[in-house]
């Protein structure tokens, strides 16, 4: 998923961020087009720790039912069916319901939301083959403006999106599982693929309307006929061309969010007609926004738009005729909001003003989620401190404002990822392996992959990226997901295997001299003020010199831009990057590593991905938890052996927020956080 601008920022200088990954492939990134990779631009503001006990606020200094919350960055759109970035997920999940939603924290487990149950085999919901998904839709719920949901409102919002389509929307996550169109090389599939498999008229809307008319209804009835109303039965249908395992999990998030059919005819969308469909084709949320569809809502959610002020603020508003009366989740919320007006401010986009406001009490909450660069300016006014299912106890000074809630487990996590075909000599001396350089293929040998990653020191990457607080991942998914296991074969420090590893390399040099008797040298760049970019660097200098002098690695500093530019020709001989999950399921983590995103930058050749491959497909079409579990494990087996990248370390995230907040969880694929649940005390 795409993250804020701010966030983006941020986090690619202290967290490594997500959207320091993405262009237009699976999964993209942070703000603005989804085409374009976002990076640093520089070192953000950060606080100094305070050196004289501040004035602290002790209770809200404003109306208790309003929450301030600084973000880092407008949404692209409030379009349902294309924003795909943190800031609008957050707003959206405000606004919005979808039919299932996450359990409280629990990012792999829902709770019926707009549908009266979670479809199951048990409950008939799921049929036997997997295939098919029936949800029974909830009665008597009404939108914001008062329209009354049908289940041909829930179809409607489907198929838009589907047909909306758009290389940079959420949409290829349910392409595949519905309309069975085989994953691109990208990983990134869309609507115009059923019309031109070449996918020549993706993101192209004047040549998509262009094309055969009758293979431009026929895209519209695949879609149509996989997503059927039954207003009688009060249901709605899902037939997947494929099992997947991940189906609920795929509708649970923002783009699930269920809209009002009449309402987005009636403000330039779609209007349901299959004759019409490729007029409202999508590439752009700009063309969105100036429609009053992608600037406005028309919800079910607990929350309604207010205001958006480009640039300065949102404001929401409660909804009082918000249909839930009995919680969620036990303790959960119910009825109308307890917080009347959330303001989500722009004004301070800066991480220092954010924490300053934080300080102040101008604001109620920042986030989510604070860099562990900014820990130490905050923590002298933590007057409480909870773990992670938020047991809180009472920090030295008791009577400090904030509250810390520490050891949050991250959905996103950094990792090194090798070129396996390098373009150009700019990062690679020679461009020979002589000593004064490597070759284009250097890390197509598994012996040499092997030595960088006994070569790493991960207890050095967590002490001087992380501030100690993290975990080294042992399996591609994280901790937790299906198939992850803390018993599985795992790279360690360990300088005697790398040099075993080396010398077992099959890289000769002209002179038939084997590669642990040359040597190589190769530069490793990072974008300035990255810090964890360069302590990877760093570490891998240090630690292949110790075992061998002849193996030279340098560190060199280049501006975010160039190092994109790098990193997106294939000049890079390896780097530094952090993928945000956008369901908690092991797929949105194995796709992008060996057949998707990464892999097309890493050049990973078929003998590597290959045999991995097998193992993805057949756990993503398989719906039963354990035998998807069994299938990870050969996967993991695989994964270690190949070894195609170098996994570093999940991050544990903190939350700060004043102490007057109650009501806060933490769900780790949450965009921003779910204000219904909160309160002010």
Same mark, same amino acid.
């Given at each position: 998923?795409?993250?804020?601008?701010?966030?983006?920022?941020?986090?690619?200088?202290?967290?490594?961020?997500?959207?320091?990954?993405?262009?237009?492939?699976?999964?993209?990134?942070?703000?603005?087009?989804?085409?374009?990779?976002?990076?640093?631009?520089?070192? /953000?503001?950060?606080?100094?720790?305070?050196?004289?006990?501040?004035?602290?606020?002790?209770?809200?200094?404003?109306?208790?039912?309003?929450?301030?919350?600084?973000?880092?960055?407008?949404?692209?759109?409030?379009?349902?069916? #294309?924003?795909?970035?943190?800031?609008?997920?957050?707003?959206?999940?405000?606004?919005?319901?979808?039919?299932?939603?996450?359990?409280?924290?629990?990012?792999?487990?829902?709770?019926?939301?707009? +549908?009266?149950?979670?479809?199951?085999?048990? %409950?008939?919901?799921? !049929?036997?083959?997997?295939?098919?998904?029936?949800?029974?839709?909830?009665?008597?719920?009404? #939108?914001?403006?008062?329209?009354?949901?049908?289940?041909?409102?829930?179809?409607? $919002?489907?198929?838009?999106?589907?047909?909306?389509?758009?290389?940079?929307?959420?949409?290829?996550?349910? @392409?595949?599982?519905?309309?069975?169109?085989?994953? !691109?090389?990208?990983?990134?599939?869309?609507?115009?693929?059923?019309?031109?498999?070449?996918?020549?008229?993706?993101?192209?809307?004047?040549?998509? &309307?262009?094309?055969?008319?009758?293979?431009?209804?026929?895209?519209?009835?695949?879609?149509?006929?996989?997503?059927? +109303?039954?207003?009688? +039965? %009060?249901?709605?249908?899902?037939?997947?061309?494929?099992?997947?395992? *991940?189906?609920?999990?795929?509708?649970?998030?923002?783009?699930?969010?269920?809209?009002?059919?009449?309402?987005?005819?009636?403000?330039?969308?779609?209007?349901?007609?299959?004759?019409?469909?490729?007029?409202?084709?999508?590439?752009?949320?700009?063309?969105?926004?100036?429609?009053?569809?992608?600037?406005?809502?028309?919800?079910?959610? /607990?929350?309604?738009?207010?205001?958006?002020?480009?640039?300065?603020?949102?404001?929401?508003?409660?909804? /009082?005729?918000?249909?839930?009366?009995?919680?969620?989740?036990?303790?959960?919320?119910?009825?109308?909001?307890? &917080?009347?007006?959330?303001?989500?401010?722009?004004?301070?986009?800066?991480?220092?003003?954010?924490?300053?406001?934080?300080?102040?009490?101008?604001?109620?909450?920042?986030?989510?989620? $604070?860099?562990?660069?900014?820990?130490?300016?905050?923590?002298?006014?933590?007057?409480?401190?909870?773990?992670?299912?938020?047991?809180?106890?009472?920090?030295?000074?008791?009577?400090?404002?904030? =509250?810390?809630?520490?050891?949050?487990?991250?959905?996103?996590?950094?990792?090194?990822?090798?070129?396996?075909?390098?373009?150009?000599?700019?990062?690679?001396?020679?461009?020979?392996?002589?000593?004064?350089?490597?070759?284009?293929?250097? #890390? $197509?040998?598994?012996?040499?992959?092997?030595?960088? !990653?006994?070569? @790493?020191?991960?207890? +050095?990457?967590?002490?001087?990226?992380?501030?100690?607080?993290?975990?080294?991942?042992?399996?591609?998914?994280?901790?937790?997901?299906?198939?992850?296991?803390?018993?599985?074969?795992?790279?360690?420090?360990?300088?005697?295997?790398?040099?075993?590893?080396?010398?077992?390399?099959?890289?000769?040099?002209?002179?038939?001299?084997?590669?642990?008797? $040359?040597? #190589?040298?190769?530069?490793?760049?990072?974008?300035?003020?990255?810090?964890?970019?360069?302590?990877?660097?760093?570490?891998?200098?240090?630690?292949?010199?110790?075992?061998?002098?002849?193996?030279?690695?340098?560190?060199?500093?280049?501006?975010?831009?160039?190092? @994109?530019?790098? =990193?997106?020709?294939?000049?890079?001989?390896?780097?530094?990057?952090?993928?945000?999950?956008?369901?908690?399921? *092991?797929?949105?983590?194995?796709?992008?590593?060996?057949?998707?995103?990464?892999?097309?930058?890493?050049?990973?050749? =078929?003998?590597?991905?290959?045999?991995?491959?097998?193992?993805?497909?057949?756990?993503?079409?398989?719906?039963?938890?354990?035998?998807?579990?069994?299938?990870?494990?050969?996967?993991?087996?695989? @994964?270690?052996?190949?070894?195609?990248?170098?996994?570093?370390?999940?991050?544990?995230?903190?939350?700060?927020?004043?102490?007057?907040?109650?009501?806060?969880?933490?769900? /780790?694929?949450?965009?921003?956080?779910?204000?219904?649940?909160?309160?002010?005390?």
């Amino acid at each position: 998923m795409r993250t804020s601008k701010g966030l983006a920022l941020l986090l690619c200088i202290s967290v490594l961020l997500l959207a320091c990954n993405l262009s237009s492939a699976i999964s993209p990134a942070a703000t603005g087009s989804a085409a374009t990779p976002t990076g640093p631009a520089g070192t /953000p503001t950060r606080l100094a720790a305070p050196t004289a006990a501040p004035t602290l606020p002790s209770t809200p200094s404003a109306d208790p039912t309003t929450l301030t919350y600084d973000a880092s960055g407008d949404p692209d759109t409030l379009d349902t069916a #294309f924003d795909y970035e943190t800031t609008g997920g957050g707003i959206l999940q405000n606004l919005y319901d979808t039919l299932v939603f996450y359990n409280k924290d629990k990012a792999d487990r829902f709770v019926p939301q707009l +549908a009266t149950s979670v479809p199951s085999q048990a %409950n008939g919901g799921i !049929s036997a083959d997997g295939k098919t998904y029936t949800f029974q839709i909830r009665t008597g719920v009404k #939108f914001h403006n008062g329209d009354t949901l049908t289940p041909a409102d829930v179809a409607f $919002t489907f198929q838009r999106g589907l047909l909306q389509g758009g290389l940079k929307s959420p949409q290829w996550l349910l @392409f595949q599982p519905i309309l069975g169109v085989a994953a !691109s090389p990208s990983g990134h599939n869309d609507i115009t693929d059923l019309v031109d498999p070449s996918g020549q008229l993706a993101d192209n809307p004047a040549t998509l &309307l262009k094309a055969d008319p009758a293979k431009l209804a026929a895209a519209c009835q695949a879609v149509t006929s996989a997503i059927v +109303a039954d207003n009688g +039965a %009060n249901t709605v249908t899902f037939h997947l061309a494929q099992p997947w395992g *991940p189906f609920l999990a795929t509708l649970a998030n923002a783009w699930g969010s269920v809209v009002d059919k009449k309402w987005i005819g009636a403000n330039g969308g779609w209007d349901g007609d299959c004759k019409t469909w490729p007029s409202f084709y999508q590439s752009s949320a700009d063309n969105l926004n100036q429609l009053h569809l992608g600037q406005q809502e028309n919800g079910t959610g /607990p929350y309604l738009l207010d205001h958006w002020t480009p640039g300065q603020e949102i404001v929401l508003k409660a909804f /009082p005729g918000y249909w839930r009366t009995q919680p969620a989740w036990p303790g959960g919320p119910s009825g109308a909001p307890r &917080l009347k007006t959330i303001v989500i401010s722009f004004g301070s986009s800066q991480i220092g003003e954010q924490l300053a406001d934080l300080r102040s009490g101008a604001a109620d909450l920042i986030g989510p989620g $604070t860099p562990p660069a900014d820990w130490p300016s905050l923590d002298p006014i933590v007057g409480e401190t909870c773990a992670e299912v938020s047991l809180c106890t009472a920090a030295a000074s008791a009577s400090n404002p904030l =509250r810390v809630y520490k050891n949050l487990p991250a959905a996103s996590r950094s990792d090194i990822f090798f070129n396996y075909n390098i373009s150009g000599t700019t990062y690679t001396g020679s461009g020979l392996l002589d000593g004064a350089g490597i070759p284009p293929n250097f #890390f $197509t040998d598994v012996h040499v992959r092997q030595g960088f !990653s006994y070569c @790493f020191d991960w207890d +050095a990457y967590l002490k001087q990226a992380q501030n100690g607080e993290g975990k080294q991942s042992f399996d591609l998914m994280l901790p937790g997901e299906i198939g992850a296991n803390d018993q599985d074969p795992h790279y360690t420090h360990d300088p005697q295997k790398c040099e075993l590893a080396f010398q077992g390399a099959t890289l000769k040099s002209a002179s038939g001299q084997s590669l642990w008797n $040359t040597g #190589f040298k190769l530069t490793i760049p990072y974008d300035t003020g990255n810090t964890q970019r360069q302590a990877v660097a760093e570490i891998l200098a240090a630690d292949l010199k110790a075992v061998n002098p002849k193996f030279v690695v340098l560190a060199a500093s280049v501006s975010s831009a160039n190092w @994109f530019a790098a =990193r997106n020709g294939g000049s890079l001989p390896l780097f530094a990057d952090l993928w945000q999950e956008d369901i908690h399921d *092991p797929h949105d983590w194995l796709v992008p590593y060996v057949t998707g995103f990464y892999a097309q930058l890493q050049s990973m050749p =078929r003998d590597v991905s290959g045999p991995l491959a097998g193992f993805i497909n057949q756990g993503v079409q398989e719906t039963d938890p354990e035998k998807r579990a069994a299938i990870y494990q050969q996967f993991n087996q695989a @994964f270690y052996a190949a070894a195609p990248d170098i996994l570093l370390t999940v991050q544990n995230n903190r939350q700060y927020e004043q102490r007057w907040v109650q009501g806060y969880y933490y769900n /780790p694929i949450y965009s921003g956080f779910y204000f219904y649940a909160l309160w002010k005390n």
